[in-house]
Protein backbone atom coordinates (compact mmCIF):
# COMPACT_ATOMS: atom_id res chain seq x y z
CA UNK A 1 0.00 0.00 0.00
CA UNK A 2 1.26 3.20 -0.99
CA UNK A 3 1.75 6.26 1.02
CA UNK A 4 -1.31 8.06 0.10
CA UNK A 5 -3.24 4.70 0.89
CA UNK A 6 -1.85 4.44 4.19
CA UNK A 7 -3.12 8.13 4.76
CA UNK A 8 -6.49 8.21 3.73
CA UNK A 9 -7.24 4.42 5.72
CA UNK A 10 -5.50 6.37 8.39
CA UNK A 11 -8.11 9.15 8.11
CA UNK A 12 -10.71 6.94 7.68
CA UNK A 13 -10.78 5.10 10.88
CA UNK A 14 -10.04 8.25 12.65
CA UNK A 15 -13.23 10.51 11.25
CA UNK A 16 -15.47 6.69 12.22
CA UNK A 17 -13.62 7.11 15.50
CA UNK A 18 -14.93 10.56 15.88
CA UNK A 19 -18.32 9.75 14.73
CA UNK A 20 -18.98 7.53 16.90
CA UNK A 21 -17.82 9.17 19.96
CA UNK A 22 -19.91 12.26 18.73
CA UNK A 23 -22.73 10.32 18.43
CA UNK A 24 -23.02 8.30 21.66
CA UNK A 25 -21.94 11.61 23.37
CA UNK A 26 -25.19 13.06 22.04
CA UNK A 27 -27.77 10.02 22.36
CA UNK A 28 -26.43 9.54 26.42
CA UNK A 29 -26.85 13.00 27.15
CA UNK A 30 -30.64 13.18 25.85
CA UNK A 31 -32.77 12.65 28.81
CA UNK A 32 -35.42 9.72 28.15
CA UNK A 33 -38.70 11.58 30.18
CA UNK A 34 -40.49 9.29 32.10
CA UNK A 35 -44.54 9.33 33.40
CA UNK A 36 -44.39 10.19 37.07
CA UNK A 37 -45.79 8.69 39.54
CA UNK A 38 -47.00 12.59 40.77
CA UNK A 39 -47.59 14.35 37.94
CA UNK A 40 -46.44 18.29 37.49
CA UNK A 41 -49.63 20.34 37.69
CA UNK A 42 -50.15 24.24 37.81
CA UNK A 43 -52.60 27.14 38.16
CA UNK A 44 -52.84 30.67 37.26
CA UNK A 45 -55.83 33.43 38.21
CA UNK A 46 -55.26 37.22 37.64
CA UNK A 47 -56.69 39.25 40.07
CA UNK A 48 -56.67 42.75 39.53
CA UNK A 49 -53.08 43.35 37.38
CA UNK A 50 -51.80 40.68 39.15
CA UNK A 51 -50.76 37.21 37.80
CA UNK A 52 -50.86 34.38 40.60
CA UNK A 53 -48.97 30.98 38.97
CA UNK A 54 -48.56 27.84 41.07
CA UNK A 55 -46.68 24.93 39.75
CA UNK A 56 -46.62 21.62 42.11
CA UNK A 57 -46.43 17.74 41.47
CA UNK A 58 -49.85 15.81 42.64
CA UNK A 59 -48.98 13.09 45.18
CA UNK A 60 -52.20 10.81 45.73
CA UNK A 61 -53.41 9.35 48.84
CA UNK A 62 -53.20 6.03 47.46
CA UNK A 63 -54.58 4.51 50.89
CA UNK A 64 -51.40 5.83 52.98
CA UNK A 65 -51.76 7.88 56.29
CA UNK A 66 -50.83 11.42 55.06
CA UNK A 67 -50.87 13.53 57.85
CA UNK A 68 -48.60 13.04 60.74
CA UNK A 69 -47.43 9.94 58.96
CA UNK A 70 -46.34 10.92 55.26
CA UNK A 71 -46.59 14.19 55.92
CA UNK A 72 -44.48 14.67 59.39
CA UNK A 73 -46.29 16.88 61.81
CA UNK A 74 -43.83 19.73 63.01
CA UNK A 75 -41.50 19.59 60.01
CA UNK A 76 -40.99 21.54 56.91
CA UNK A 77 -43.24 20.13 53.90
CA UNK A 78 -42.64 20.73 49.93
CA UNK A 79 -46.35 21.25 50.08
CA UNK A 80 -46.17 18.66 47.07
CA UNK A 81 -43.85 16.29 45.40
CA UNK A 82 -40.87 16.05 43.66
CA UNK A 83 -39.60 19.81 43.07
CA UNK A 84 -40.74 22.01 45.94
CA UNK A 85 -43.87 23.82 44.93
CA UNK A 86 -43.30 27.73 43.46
CA UNK A 87 -46.09 30.15 43.50
CA UNK A 88 -44.96 33.32 41.55
CA UNK A 89 -46.71 36.64 41.73
CA UNK A 90 -46.36 39.57 39.00
CA UNK A 91 -46.80 42.52 41.60
CA UNK A 92 -46.33 42.91 45.28
CA UNK A 93 -49.03 40.99 47.25
CA UNK A 94 -50.81 40.75 50.62
CA UNK A 95 -50.90 37.27 52.04
CA UNK A 96 -52.85 37.06 55.44
CA UNK A 97 -52.59 40.77 55.55
CA UNK A 98 -48.30 40.31 55.69
CA UNK A 99 -46.89 42.60 52.31
CA UNK A 100 -44.50 40.53 50.08
CA UNK A 101 -42.96 41.73 47.23
CA UNK A 102 -43.73 40.49 43.45
CA UNK A 103 -41.54 37.34 42.43
CA UNK A 104 -41.12 33.47 42.29
CA UNK A 105 -41.56 31.57 45.67
CA UNK A 106 -40.74 28.22 46.60
CA UNK A 107 -43.72 27.41 49.01
CA UNK A 108 -43.13 25.35 51.93
CA UNK A 109 -45.50 24.39 54.78
CA UNK A 110 -45.11 23.03 58.25
CA UNK A 111 -48.12 21.16 59.24
CA UNK A 112 -49.18 20.41 63.26
CA UNK A 113 -52.69 18.98 64.21
CA UNK A 114 -53.91 22.52 64.90
CA UNK A 115 -52.24 25.12 63.14
CA UNK A 116 -50.21 25.50 60.12
CA UNK A 117 -46.95 27.72 59.04
CA UNK A 118 -46.82 28.47 55.71
CA UNK A 119 -43.26 29.75 53.92
CA UNK A 120 -42.88 31.61 51.19
CA UNK A 121 -38.96 31.06 50.47
CA UNK A 122 -36.93 33.66 47.74
CA UNK A 123 -34.95 29.95 46.86
CA UNK A 124 -37.50 29.50 44.13
CA UNK A 125 -36.05 26.25 42.31
CA UNK A 126 -35.55 23.65 44.79
CA UNK A 127 -35.91 19.74 44.99
CA UNK A 128 -37.91 19.27 47.81
CA UNK A 129 -37.08 20.51 51.10
CA UNK A 130 -33.73 18.70 51.19
CA UNK A 131 -31.87 22.01 51.07
CA UNK A 132 -34.30 24.37 52.70
CA UNK A 133 -33.16 27.39 54.91
CA UNK A 134 -35.00 29.60 57.19
CA UNK A 135 -32.67 32.32 56.37
CA UNK A 136 -34.00 32.67 53.05
CA UNK A 137 -37.43 32.66 54.10
CA UNK A 138 -39.47 36.02 52.78
CA UNK A 139 -42.45 35.40 54.77
CA UNK A 140 -44.17 32.76 57.14
CA UNK A 141 -48.13 33.02 57.86
CA UNK A 142 -50.07 31.08 60.25
CA UNK A 143 -53.38 29.19 59.35
CA UNK A 144 -55.81 27.27 59.80
CA UNK A 145 -56.43 23.76 57.97
CA UNK A 146 -60.55 23.22 57.25
CA UNK A 147 -61.19 19.30 58.00
CA UNK A 148 -64.24 18.12 55.62
CA UNK A 149 -65.30 14.03 56.87
CA UNK A 150 -67.16 14.79 53.90
CA UNK A 151 -65.02 15.81 51.31
CA UNK A 152 -62.13 13.91 49.67
CA UNK A 153 -59.22 14.61 47.74
CA UNK A 154 -57.36 12.02 46.13
CA UNK A 155 -54.26 13.96 44.36
CA UNK A 156 -52.98 17.45 45.87
CA UNK A 157 -54.23 20.18 44.44
CA UNK A 158 -54.20 23.98 44.63
CA UNK A 159 -57.22 25.90 43.63
CA UNK A 160 -57.05 30.00 43.44
CA UNK A 161 -60.95 31.44 43.95
CA UNK A 162 -60.77 34.71 42.84
CA UNK A 163 -63.45 36.81 45.48
CA UNK A 164 -63.64 40.22 44.27
CA UNK A 165 -61.23 42.29 41.90
CA UNK A 166 -58.17 42.60 44.55
CA UNK A 167 -58.79 39.82 46.22
CA UNK A 168 -58.34 35.79 46.20
CA UNK A 169 -58.49 32.56 48.32
CA UNK A 170 -55.70 30.08 47.23
CA UNK A 171 -56.33 26.85 49.14
CA UNK A 172 -54.38 23.75 49.03
CA UNK A 173 -56.65 20.81 49.37
CA UNK A 174 -55.42 17.00 49.64
CA UNK A 175 -57.01 13.75 51.54
CA UNK A 176 -59.52 15.84 54.15
CA UNK A 177 -57.95 18.92 54.48
CA UNK A 178 -58.00 22.55 52.93
CA UNK A 179 -55.41 24.85 53.84
CA UNK A 180 -56.56 28.41 52.58
CA UNK A 181 -54.32 31.72 52.74
CA UNK A 182 -56.05 35.22 51.40
CA UNK A 183 -54.30 37.07 48.37
CA UNK A 184 -54.10 40.79 48.44
CA UNK A 185 -53.65 42.49 45.42
CA UNK A 186 -53.51 46.69 44.52
CA UNK A 187 -55.54 47.72 41.75
Partial sequence: ?????????????????LLIGILSTESFSQKKEEVRISPKAAVKQVVGFTNITIEYSRPGVKG???WG????FDA??????????KITFSTDV????KKLKAGSYSFFAIPTEKNWTLI???????????EYNDVEDALRVEVTP????NCWQEWLAYTITKT????AIVRLEWEKIKVPFNVEVEI
Avoid: C, H
Fill in 94 to 97: KING
Fill in 76 to 85: VWRAGANEAT
Fill in 164 to 167: SDKT
Fill in 120 to 130: FNKVADQWGAF
Fill in 146 to 149: EKEN
Fill in 64 to 66: RTI
Fill in 1 to 17: MNYFGKLLSSKTILLTL
Fill in 69 to 72: NLVP
